[in-house]
Protein backbone atom coordinates (compact mmCIF):
# COMPACT_ATOMS: atom_id res chain seq x y z
CA UNK A 1 0.00 0.00 0.00
CA UNK A 2 -0.41 2.51 -1.34
CA UNK A 3 -1.82 2.19 -4.10
CA UNK A 4 -3.36 4.32 -7.29
CA UNK A 5 -5.96 3.11 -9.88
CA UNK A 6 -6.76 5.47 -12.62
CA UNK A 7 -9.26 4.88 -15.28
CA UNK A 8 -9.33 6.92 -18.20
CA UNK A 9 -12.26 7.43 -20.73
CA UNK A 10 -9.49 7.61 -23.71
CA UNK A 11 -6.18 6.14 -24.85
CA UNK A 12 -2.71 6.63 -23.62
CA UNK A 13 0.77 6.06 -24.87
CA UNK A 14 3.25 4.47 -22.60
CA UNK A 15 5.43 7.85 -22.24
CA UNK A 16 2.08 9.26 -21.29
CA UNK A 17 1.36 6.74 -18.83
CA UNK A 18 4.95 6.74 -17.32
CA UNK A 19 4.96 10.38 -17.07
CA UNK A 20 1.48 10.32 -15.33
CA UNK A 21 2.63 7.33 -12.88
CA UNK A 22 5.78 9.48 -11.91
CA UNK A 23 3.65 13.15 -11.50
CA UNK A 24 1.39 11.02 -9.04
CA UNK A 25 4.11 9.45 -7.32
CA UNK A 26 5.78 13.13 -6.52
CA UNK A 27 2.19 14.26 -6.06
CA UNK A 28 1.37 11.36 -2.93
CA UNK A 29 4.76 11.55 -1.66
CA UNK A 30 4.64 15.83 -1.01
CA UNK A 31 0.82 15.40 0.46
CA UNK A 32 0.42 12.16 1.64
CA UNK A 33 3.91 12.23 3.75
CA UNK A 34 5.81 9.53 2.55
CA UNK A 35 8.52 7.98 0.19
CA UNK A 36 7.37 7.32 -3.43
CA UNK A 37 8.80 3.57 -3.25
CA UNK A 38 6.07 2.18 -1.46
CA UNK A 39 2.92 3.74 -3.96
CA UNK A 40 2.05 2.06 -6.77
CA UNK A 41 0.42 3.66 -9.85
CA UNK A 42 -2.02 1.25 -12.27
CA UNK A 43 -3.11 3.14 -16.11
CA UNK A 44 -6.32 2.13 -16.98
CA UNK A 45 -7.02 3.53 -20.72
CA UNK A 46 -10.30 2.11 -21.53
CA UNK A 47 -10.95 4.43 -24.52
CA UNK A 48 -13.62 6.12 -25.56
CA UNK A 49 -16.89 5.33 -23.91
CA UNK A 50 -14.90 2.91 -21.01
CA UNK A 51 -15.76 5.42 -18.28
CA UNK A 52 -19.69 6.78 -17.96
CA UNK A 53 -21.34 8.85 -15.00
CA UNK A 54 -24.99 8.62 -14.67
CA UNK A 55 -27.25 10.71 -14.16
CA UNK A 56 -31.40 10.90 -13.10
CA UNK A 57 -32.15 12.39 -16.40
CA UNK A 58 -30.39 12.36 -19.39
CA UNK A 59 -28.01 9.79 -20.52
CA UNK A 60 -24.26 9.08 -18.71
CA UNK A 61 -21.41 11.14 -19.14
CA UNK A 62 -18.20 10.60 -19.75
CA UNK A 63 -16.04 10.35 -16.98
CA UNK A 64 -12.80 9.00 -14.84
CA UNK A 65 -12.19 7.66 -11.78
CA UNK A 66 -8.92 7.59 -9.36
CA UNK A 67 -9.36 5.06 -7.04
CA UNK A 68 -6.52 5.73 -4.08
CA UNK A 69 -5.88 2.50 -1.35
CA UNK A 70 -3.89 4.24 1.34
CA UNK A 71 -3.08 3.18 5.29
CA UNK A 72 -5.97 4.34 7.49
CA UNK A 73 -5.14 7.69 9.88
CA UNK A 74 -4.60 10.98 7.27
CA UNK A 75 -6.81 13.77 8.38
CA UNK A 76 -9.61 14.15 5.67
CA UNK A 77 -8.42 17.48 4.54
CA UNK A 78 -4.79 16.16 3.45
CA UNK A 79 -7.10 13.87 1.50
CA UNK A 80 -9.03 16.51 -0.09
CA UNK A 81 -5.53 17.97 -1.04
CA UNK A 82 -4.68 14.86 -2.38
CA UNK A 83 -7.42 14.58 -4.25
CA UNK A 84 -7.96 17.86 -6.06
CA UNK A 85 -4.32 17.68 -7.01
CA UNK A 86 -4.94 14.40 -8.82
CA UNK A 87 -7.82 15.46 -10.39
CA UNK A 88 -6.03 19.04 -11.04
CA UNK A 89 -3.33 16.67 -12.61
CA UNK A 90 -5.61 14.22 -14.91
CA UNK A 91 -7.31 17.70 -16.52
CA UNK A 92 -3.77 19.15 -16.95
CA UNK A 93 -2.43 16.32 -18.90
CA UNK A 94 -5.72 15.05 -20.63
CA UNK A 95 -7.54 17.93 -20.94
CA UNK A 96 -10.52 16.08 -19.16
CA UNK A 97 -13.52 17.73 -17.80
CA UNK A 98 -12.99 18.00 -13.77
CA UNK A 99 -16.64 18.11 -13.24
CA UNK A 100 -16.97 14.33 -13.99
CA UNK A 101 -13.86 13.04 -12.32
CA UNK A 102 -13.90 10.90 -9.38
CA UNK A 103 -11.83 9.99 -6.32
CA UNK A 104 -12.67 7.02 -3.89
CA UNK A 105 -10.44 6.18 -1.22
CA UNK A 106 -10.52 3.06 0.51
CA UNK A 107 -8.16 3.27 3.93
CA UNK A 108 -6.45 0.19 5.14
CA UNK A 109 -4.58 -0.72 8.30
CA UNK A 110 -0.57 -1.04 7.20
CA UNK A 111 -0.78 -5.06 7.67
CA UNK A 112 -3.01 -5.51 4.87
CA UNK A 113 -0.59 -4.74 2.54
CA UNK A 114 2.51 -7.44 1.91
CA UNK A 115 6.13 -5.31 0.24
CA UNK A 116 8.54 -7.83 -0.85
CA UNK A 117 11.21 -4.66 -0.19
CA UNK A 118 10.04 -4.43 2.81
CA UNK A 119 10.27 -8.04 3.92
CA UNK A 120 6.73 -7.98 4.78
CA UNK A 121 3.89 -6.10 5.83
CA UNK A 122 3.66 -2.48 5.86
CA UNK A 123 3.36 -0.51 9.44
CA UNK A 124 0.32 1.50 10.43
CA UNK A 125 0.88 4.89 9.35
CA UNK A 126 2.19 7.01 12.22
CA UNK A 127 2.76 11.00 10.71
CA UNK A 128 6.43 11.09 10.92
CA UNK A 129 7.99 8.85 7.87
CA UNK A 130 9.35 11.26 5.96
Known amino acids: MPSIQI ?3 ITVDRAAKQALAQRVGV ?12 LTVSVHD ?3 GGVWRCHESGPPTPSA ?3 CDVREGRPVETRAELA ?7 VEMFELDRLWLKV ?5 AG ?7 LKGFNTDWRGDER
Open 84 to 90: QRLIDLC
Open 46 to 48: LGE
Open 65 to 67: LIM
Open 7 to 9: DLP
Open 104 to 108: EFTQH
Open 111 to 117: DEMYHPH
Open 27 to 38: IYGETMQVAMDL
